[in-house]
Each structure stands twice: as structure tokens, then as C-alpha cells.
């Protein structure tokens, strides 16, 4: 099946510093990625949707200033969370159809949990 | 936009029982999924159901989309089938994928 990877799995860093996520669809071509957010024990918040050599779509509430999205390519999609505050702490998830249709099957990452001091 | 309940929210089974979980959406879609998300977090595709009846294994789903509801059956369950069960859908002419709330399984040995 589809698989997609996410790096790193977890990381630690101190408020202000700035973290990147990096979601790659390793065995098939993504022309559309998605990032998510989930607290715990809640369910899955889009954040944007993230098309290959266009600017991301944020969805309302989110602040593209802080939340860098880029889509280099058809197997590469990065998420930067930019002068990271403790409110930033979360899990966080991309996915990505198989093809640049909506209607497609998504696949999901293994997820990043971030953790800002 | 549409809204999507799940049900229900938590669910205790013992070892071999078997259970329905539920779907229910407010609008009609053209993408609907059930993933089960491990206690690591992963998300792990369970069913791809629009519509129809498929099975794999020990799990199948029912999707009735005039009737704006999908059903998830879990036979014999295994305490490796404890975590969370997403359903998630798109509507026509959307673009965005909502999830439900998840109902979170446990099954006890």
C-alpha cells in the first residue's frame, strides 16, 4: 500500500526556535499533502492543504506566517513551525492522495509530536 | 459545512466480543474513510467506503450514503484492536476532509 513517512518523529526544542517537519510519500507521487494538528484525546484539525508548486491553503484560524508549508515536490511537502511557542506543543500529522484528485484514499504519516519549553 | 458524529465515544469489550461502531454524517459525501489510530498515534487505513459493504478480515463496513451513515463491525476483537476509530468523510463539492470525534475502544483480556 501507500506509504508515507514523517521526520523526526519527535522533537524537543526551546521556545523561539523555529522546527521543520518534513512528510514524504515514499513509493507513490503526491500531488496533493495535508497537515494536521491533534491535542490529546482529541480528533484531527486540518490545517492546510499543501498542492505541489502552489502556494498551501490555510484554513481559517490558522497563521501561515507561523506555519510555513512547502511542497517541492511531487514526494516532499515541509511543514516549519516558525518562533515556536509552548502553545505550539502538539502532534502533528500529514497525509496524502495518491493521485490530485479529492476524491482519493488519503494515507497518513506516523506523525511528529513537538514539544516547545 | 458537514458534520460528522461518531458513536460511541468509548467502548470496554472483553477478549472475543463482538461490536458496532458508528458513522453518521449531515450531508452527502463523495470520500469516506474509517482509520483506526494506534496508541502511538499512527493512523492506519481501515476501509476506504463511499458506499457498498467491504470486508478485510476480522473487520468490514457498511456505507449507506442516501441514508447518511456508515457502519464499522468488529468480530472477535483482540486487545490489539484497542485505540481510536476515525471515521472521516468529504462532501460533494468540498475540499476538505472532516473527521469525526473517534470512538476510543478498549478490549480487556
Known amino acids: 500500500g501507500a506509504v508515507v513517512s514523517q521526520h523526526p518523529s519527535w522533537v524537543i526544542c526551546k521556545s523561539g526556535t523555529s522546527v521543520k517537519i518534513e512528510c514524504r510519500s515514499l513509493?507513490?507521487?503526491?500531488?496533493?499533502m495535508f497537515w494536521y494538528r491533534q491535542f490529546p484525546k482529541q480528533s484531527l484539525m486540518l490545517m492546510a492543504t499543501?498542492?505541489?508548486?502552489?502556494?498551501?491553503?490555510?484554513e481559517q484560524g490558522v497563521e501561515k506566517d507561523k506555519f510555513l508549508i512547502n511542497h517541492a515536490s511531487l514526494t516532499l511537502s515541509t511543514l516549519t513551525v516558525t518562533s515556536a511557542h509552548p502553545e505550539d506543543s502538539s502532534f502533528y500529522i500529514c497525509?496524502?492522495?495518491?493521485?490530485?484528485?479529492?476524491?482519493?484514499?488519503?494515507?497518513f504519516g506516523p506523525g511528529t509530536r513537538l514539544t516547545v519549553l | 459545512g458537514i458534520q460528522v458524529e461518531q458513536s460511541p465515544p468509548d467502548l470496554i469489550l472483553q477478549e472475543g466480543a463482538n461490536s458496532t461502531l458508528r458513522c453518521n454524517f449531515s450531508d452527502s459525501v463523495n470520500n469516506l474513510q474509517w482509520f483506526h489510530q494506534n496508541p502511538w498515534g499512527q493512523l492506519i487505513n481501515l476501509f476506504y467506503i463511499p458506499s457498498g459493504t467491504k470486508q478485510n478480515g476480522r473487520l468490514s463496513a457498511t456505507t449507506v450514503a442516501t441514508e447518511r451513515y456508515s457502519l464499522l463491525y468488529i468480530s472477535s476483537s483482540q486487545t490489539t484492536d484497542s485505540g481510536v476509530y476515525f471515521c472521516a468523510v468529504r462532501g460533494t463539492g468540498g475540499f476538505k476532509t472532516i473527521f469525526g470525534a473517534g470512538t476510543r475502544l478498549f478490549v480487556k483480556a
Open positions: 513509493d507513490f507521487q503526491a500531488t496533493t
Open positions: 497525509s496524502a492522495t495518491t493521485s490530485g484528485g479529492f476524491d482519493n484514499e488519503q494515507f
Open positions: 499543501s498542492n505541489e508548486g502552489s502556494k498551501a491553503t490555510y
